[in-house]
């Protein structure tokens, strides 16, 4: 039989440690450990082509997703020219009103929005146009005429921020009708990308005469008020694109000087990736992090050409223990991430007002909720949660909502409906309520911050779902029967079947991530089973070492970081899951 240096060339390198290298395949052996270990590639994640735009063009803006793409405005003869992505082709939609350039854009291909920019024959412009998946109308301008700004958002709950002439810090929210005042960028600057929403916005890269050299590497985080500081690039760059959420974003593109490079930011720090194959600049994006989209732009000259960011879950993926928390509960909530977690309600009493909070390493209790609850959903951050629904000690549905702000917790407005056993996701300001019981329920609400209001209903009446993503970017799991195979995704305004999932998620299964990469636990019937969805498919992965049966989880966006904690049966075991890439793995050597 061959050796292995006969086959590869060289002799496995010995080493005390890990690999210093992430090359597929790569094999040593770690004398510390005393075994061997080997580099495995996860999955792929990089640019491909896509269908070129009808008309090639630069200074253009986008919104929606990866297969549902809007592109609007842009240089002649592209200025009032609108066009519809399906995932493979771009056809025509709509004009805009207005002929315009260096204008921004938010929300979706059915319900988009086009504000600033410079119109013909060379002024700035205060237009604001909204589109119904067919037809432009007028809505409420700017207070401050502006080009070259940043964009992020909703049709109904916009940002606007940064831009010229000339350079300003000015930062704008929308309604739906009519822009208010927000807080004001720290630094000014214009041809600056955007990503996140009205409550959770990102602004990042663009250019400043205040700094030297003037193409940035800032990054601002908004939180529905403020702007503060984030993690700054690794190339700053100007007339850039981007996509996704504050805590999910992808940067491309741009002026550092002409690139293509393509970063990812995870709510603390860029990281460099695959680059894309068209170097430009003055382009439009749309999508997120895992599924994004890439169209226009100068590379010189305008280009039409058009490309699809694939970042795909790893199959390697396993889950490690965690910090215990300090009691067991069941049928509690959960919001956060895995550095940053909170767990809030459930049961026995007296738990259910209960909340804790994760640091990564341990669980830390803090203020009490006013009402004791199990049952309940949960959204948003460790500093800015929310609970809703859920079940009182008296086993009464609750339709009232609780706001935590990072130390107590204080009353919002009531749902519409009462109920319990409801999923939910989004933020404070943005929330989503999913089905529930009794009966099994197929209403939505969505939450402002202020007051609930009815969403589209889902297809399947769900009790005991979960739910992951945004408001505007849903995917809803599971249920009693007979949903339990049923997936559905939401828009912002409707539910749609999807792929059904490959076994049933049980009723209580917990989740956490987002649209295009959700991930799925336990629950009744499969306790310890995991699935990952990326947007189109389902993946069983690795298995929690611990059933989890009403269990609450919080996790990154996407879900490649995340955490479960407590659940029924007497549980206070919090595990961790985490996916590799380029990852290592162990050979058995008996």
Same mark, same amino acid.
């Given at each position: ?6 086959v590869?060339?060289t002799?496995i390198?010995?080493i005390?440690?890990?690999?210093p290298?992430t090359?597929?395949g790569?094999i040593?052996?770690?004398?510390s450990a005393?075994?061997? !270990?080997?580099?495995?590639?996860t999955s792929f994640?990089g640019w491909s ?5 009808t008309?090639?063009?630069?200074y ?8 549902a793409g809007?592109?609007?405005g ?8 609108t ?13 805009l009103?207005?002929?315009?350039q260096?204008?921004?854009?938010a929300g979706t291909?059915?319900a988009?929005?086009a ?6 024959p060379?002024?700035?412009?205060a ?5 119904n998946?067919?037809?432009w ?6 207070t401050?005429a502006r ?5 992020a ?5 916009a940002?606007?921020f940064?831009?010229?002439f ?10 739906g ?11 000014a600057?214009r ?10 916005g990102l602004?990042f890269?663009?250019q400043?005469p205040a700094?030297s050299?003037?193409?940035?590497n800032l990054?601002?985080?908004?939180n ?8 700054t ?7 850039l694109?981007g996509?996704?959420l504050q805590?999910?974003?992808?940067a491309?593109?741009g002026i550092s000087?002409f690139?293509a490079?393509?970063?990812?930011y995870d709510?603390?720090s860029?990281t ?8 430009r ?9 895992t599924?994004g989209l ?11 050409a058009?490309e699809?960011f694939?970042?795909g879950a ?6 490690s ?10 049928e509690l909530a959960g919001?956060?991430?895995q550095t ?18 994760y640091?990564g390493?341990?669980?830390t209790a803090?203020g009490t909720?006013g009402?004791?609850r199990?049952?309940l ?10 609970a809703?629904?859920g079940m009182d000690?008296g086993?009464n549905s609750?339709?009232s ?7 107590s917790?204080?009353?919002?407005g ?6 319990? !056993?409801l999923?939910g ?7 989503l309520?999913?089905g529930?019981s009794?009966p ?8 402002n911050g202020?007051s609930?209001?009815a969403?589209g209903?889902l297809?399947n009446a ?5 739910g992951?993503?945004?408001q505007t970017?849903?995917v809803a799991v599971g249920?009693?029967?007979p949903? !339990?195979s ?8 409707s539910?749609t079947?999807?792929t059904?999932t ?7 299964a917990?989740?956490?991530?987002i649209q295009?990469a959700a ?5 009744a019937?499969?306790p310890?089973a995991?699935?990952?969805y ?9 298995s929690?070492?611990?059933g989890r ?5 919080g996790?990154a966006?996407?879900?490649? !970081?995340?955490?479960v904690f407590?659940?029924?049966?007497s549980?206070?075991?919090t595990?961790e899951?985490?996916?590799?890439g ?9």
């Amino acid at each position: 039989m061959a050796t292995y240096k006969e086959v590869i060339g060289t002799s496995i390198t010995n080493i005390a440690g890990d690999s210093p290298t992430t090359v597929d395949g790569d094999i040593w052996y770690n004398s510390s450990a005393t075994n061997f !270990k080997f580099n495995l590639t996860t999955s792929f994640t990089g640019w491909s082509t896509g269908g070129n735009l009808t008309t090639a063009r630069s200074y253009l803006a986008g919104c929606g997703t990866q297969t549902a793409g809007l592109a609007f405005g842009g240089t002649s003869p592209g200025g009032q020219a609108t066009e519809e992505y399906g995932g493979t082709s771009w056809t025509n939609g709509g004009n805009l009103t207005t002929s315009n350039q260096r204008l921004a854009g938010a929300g979706t291909q059915t319900a988009g929005l086009a504000f600033g920019g410079r119109g013909d024959p060379g002024s700035v412009i205060a237009v604001t146009e909204e589109y119904n998946g067919s037809s432009w109308t007028n809505g409420g301008s700017l207070t401050t005429a502006r080009q070259s700004l940043g964009g992020a958002g909703t049709q109904t709950a916009a940002l606007a921020f940064g831009g010229n002439f000339p350079v300003v810090n000015v930062t704008e929210e929308y309604n739906g009708s009519s822009w208010t005042a927000g807080g004001a960028l720290t630094t000014a600057r214009r041809q600056l990308g955007g990503a996140g929403t009205q409550t959770a916005g990102l602004a990042f890269g663009g250019q400043s005469p205040a700094l030297s050299p003037s193409s940035s590497n800032l990054t601002e985080e908004y939180n529905g008020s403020s702007w503060t500081n984030g993690g700054t690039m690794n190339t700053g760059r100007q007339q850039l694109a981007g996509c996704g959420l504050q805590t999910a974003a992808l940067a491309f593109g741009g002026i550092s000087p002409f690139g293509a490079e393509t970063e990812q930011y995870d709510g603390s720090s860029w990281t460099t990736t695959s680059s894309m194959n068209t170097a430009r600049e003055r382009l439009a994006g749309a999508g997120t992090i895992t599924a994004g989209l890439a169209f226009g732009g100068e590379d010189p000259p305008n280009t039409a050409a058009t490309e699809e960011f694939t970042q795909g879950a790893s199959p390697f993926a396993a889950w490690s223990t965690g910090g215990n928390m300090s009691q067991s509960v069941g049928e509690l909530a959960g919001a956060g991430t895995q550095t940053a977690g909170l767990a809030f309600g459930g049961q026995p009493t007296p738990n259910g007002v209960s909340s804790d909070e994760y640091n990564g390493t341990s669980w830390t209790a803090v203020g009490t909720m006013g009402s004791g609850r199990y049952r309940l959903a949960g959204a948003g951050t460790q500093t800015a949660g929310l609970a809703f629904g859920g079940m009182d000690s008296g086993g009464n549905s609750l339709a009232s909502t609780e706001e935590y702000n990072g130390s107590s917790w204080t009353n919002g407005g009531n749902m519409g409906t009462a109920r319990n !056993k409801l999923g939910g996701c989004g933020t404070q300001t943005a929330a989503l309520a999913i089905g529930g019981s009794p009966p099994a329920m197929t209403n939505t609400e969505e939450y402002n911050g202020t007051s609930w209001t009815a969403g589209g209903a889902l297809n399947n009446a769900r009790s005991s779902c979960t739910g992951a993503g945004i408001q505007t970017a849903a995917v809803a799991v599971g249920g009693d029967s007979p949903a !339990k195979s049923k997936t559905e995704e939401y828009n912002g305004s409707s539910w749609t079947n999807v792929t059904d999932t490959p076994q049933e998620v049980s009723s209580s299964a917990s989740s956490s991530g987002i649209q295009t990469a959700a991930l799925i636990i336990g629950g009744a019937e499969f306790p310890k089973a995991c699935l990952l969805y990326d947007g189109t498919n389902w993946t069983v992965t690795a298995s929690t070492s611990s059933g989890r049966n009403f269990a609450a989880a919080g996790g990154a966006s996407p879900s490649s !970081k995340s955490v479960v904690f407590s659940g029924q049966g007497s549980l206070n075991l919090t595990e961790e899951f985490n996916q590799f890439g380029p990852s290592t793995a162990t050979i058995e050597t008996t």
